[in-house]
């Protein structure tokens, strides 16, 4: 059940309505449920046919604490919607896919007690997913996140905190109206001191196809809430950059339609240690384009297994590795970095196929650059 938000978000909406019976040539709840108890249980096989829905070191994990199916009508087909959560929101994960199993859109960085749904606006699609926790152990927070889908992908354009109860205070933003140019949201609650009675204006920014606010009013707002508040912690944390999700986008890649974007993808296979990013997959090529934010105090050293060629250029710098072969791919890293701000760029590729394509890679290597 959606909480507050949601329903505000109903008075400007109206529910796609899901259903189950399809036919047996087509995917339904009931299947798709079979095939992720198969994948958890160790079925290579179930999947490969999810996509890699389920990462290796989670298989044959039955920790659990529940998997929600839903779906929606979309252009006279259904698609389904998938959400695993664990106690450790590290694992959990959200994908969605259309009636013949293909792969819309897999997201890693929900956190907390998730739901979610699908939810359909004249013409367009949306699932809007509502995450859940603690933060200072006794701060209770929601954020909600608004997938829009379309024929064959769907995207994230949309991240917000939506709720905050600290003590016996609650505050809330809510979805006052969504148009193909800008979300209007509705802030409202109180603190000790004073109460909030504002609107915040998100705009479609084309670049990162996400709804964007330049106040971030509330996310600001509760920010400045959770580090005021003083609490001995004694819990695991959620962490604070996620309260960050909606400020502009710090990078250009010049990728097209072709290109799947996935959020809160964690590479620990292929970096010296782990990192979470955006991976930009190209399903009938098989090759994958990785974009991470480093740490501050690290550089691309921490995180490559081979070795950076010099430095190019003046106040922004470049440097790249070797190609150099992983199993049956090409690799290559590329460090971006300007004053404090520092990205990698992994390049991803099955050997059979880059020789023929090697000039459609150049031109997306090159076109990578961070906002300086």
């Known amino acids: 059940m959606m909480n507050k938000l949601l329903l505000s978000a ?17 995917l339904n709840s009931a299947k798709l449920r079979e095939l992720v108890l198969q994948a958890l249980d160790g079925n290579l096989e179930a999947n490969v046919e999810l996509k890699g829905f389920i990462d290796p070191d989670i298989m044959n994990r039955k920790d659990f604490n529940s998997i929600s ?4 009508y979309i252009n006279k087909k259904y698609y389904y919607s998938i959400l695993l959560e664990y106690f450790d929101p590290l694992l959990n994960r959200f994908a969605i896919y259309d009636n013949q199993l293909r792969l819309c ?13 699908w939810i359909a606006k004249e013409s367009r699609n949306f699932v ?19 997938y829009e889908t379309y024929d064959s992908t769907a995207e994230l354009v949309y991240r917000s905190i939506s709720k905050l109860v600290k003590d016996k205070n609650t505050s809330t933003q809510t979805i006052e109206n969504i148009s193909t140019d800008f979300i209007v949201t509705k802030i409202s609650g109180k603190t000790d001191l004073k109460s909030i009675n504002q609107t915040d204006t998100f705009y479609f920014n084309i670049n ?12 600001n707002f509760v920010k400045q809430e959770v580090k ?15 309260l960050d999700d909606s400020s502009l986008p710090e990078y250009d890649i010049d990728l097209n339609d072709d290109w799947t974007k996935q959020s809160g993808f964690t590479e620990d296979k292929l970096l010296k240690s782990s990192l979470t990013g955006i991976k930009y997959f190209h399903n009938n090529l098989k ?7 480093i740490p501050s105090g690290k550089s691309g050293v921490d995180y490559s297994l081979y070795a950076f060629k010099g430095y190019s250029g003046g106040n922004y710098k470049k440097r790249s590795t070797e190609i150099y072969t992983m199993d049956k791919n090409y690799n290559q890293l590329f460090e971006h970095s300007c004053g404090e701000k520092k990205y990698l760029l992994l390049f991803d590729c099955p050997k059979n196929i880059y020789d023929q394509n090697k000039d459609l890679f150049d031109i997306i290597i090159k076109s990578f650059k961070i906002d300086c």
């Open 10 to 26: 109903l008075t400007v909406l109206t529910l796609a309505f899901s259903a189950c019976g399809l036919s047996n040539d087509n």
């Open 208 to 219: 990162s196809r996400k709804y964007l606010s330049s106040k971030n009013a509330f996310n």
């Open 287 to 293: 090759v994958a384009f990785t974009i991470f934010k």
């Open 105 to 117: 859109l897999i997201d890693k960085s929900l956190n907390g007690n998730l739901s979610a749904e």
């Open 128 to 146: 809007f997913v509502q995450e859940r926790f603690l933060t200072k152990d006794v701060l209770n927070l929601d954020r909600l996140s608004i």
């Open 228 to 242: 005021d508040f003083a609490w001995i912690i004694t819990k695991p944390q959620i962490p604070a950059g996620m």
């Open 69 to 72: 199916i839903d779906s929606g």
